[in-house]
Nanobody, 125 residues
Framework: QVQLVESGGGSVQAGGSLRLSCAVI????????MAWFRQTPGKEREGVAA????????LYPDSVKGRFTISQDDAKNTVYLQMNSLKPDVTDKYYC??????????????????WGQGTQVSVSS
């Protein structure tokens, strides 16, 4: 059974950094697209980063370019989201997700078939 296990959320002050981790258990992680989404209750999930594991290609929306970095550790079957220069407007619950490569996206979440439980990120001013 596929599991995505997230960790690393927390509370920081504006300007600080956090690193989120997503450990992938139970399937051949190297064939997939892994992504991070954020969600405010009542709103659609919004992609913040994605990576094609087999070749390392990354995708970001303009809103986070230069501040967020997605990376992979193949030895640990883990993807990371490094979040720098944090602002209060990124406060949200963050989810790790997996999809087959043709659904890899930061603008559409419906192609992602597997999701983690989410981890809260809170940034205070």
């Amino acid at each position: 059974q596929v599991q995505l296990v997230e960790s690393g959320g927390g509370s920081v002050q504006a300007g600080g950094s956090l690193r989120l981790s997503c450990a992938v258990i139970g399937y051949p992680y190297s064939t997939y697209c892994m992504a991070w989404f954020r969600q405010t209750p009542g709103k659609e999930r919004e992609g913040v980063a994605a990576i094609l594991i087999f070749n390392g290609t990354t995708l970001y929306p303009d809103s986070v370019k230069g501040r967020f970095t997605i990376s992979q550790d193949d030895a640990k079957n883990t993807v990371y989201l490094q979040m720098n220069s944090l602002k209060p407007d990124v406060t949200d619950k963050y989810y790790c997700a997996a999809a087959i490569p043709r659904f890899c996206s930061v603008t559409r979440h419906k192609g992602f078939g597997y999701w983690g439980q989410g981890t809260q990120v809170s940034v205070s001013s």
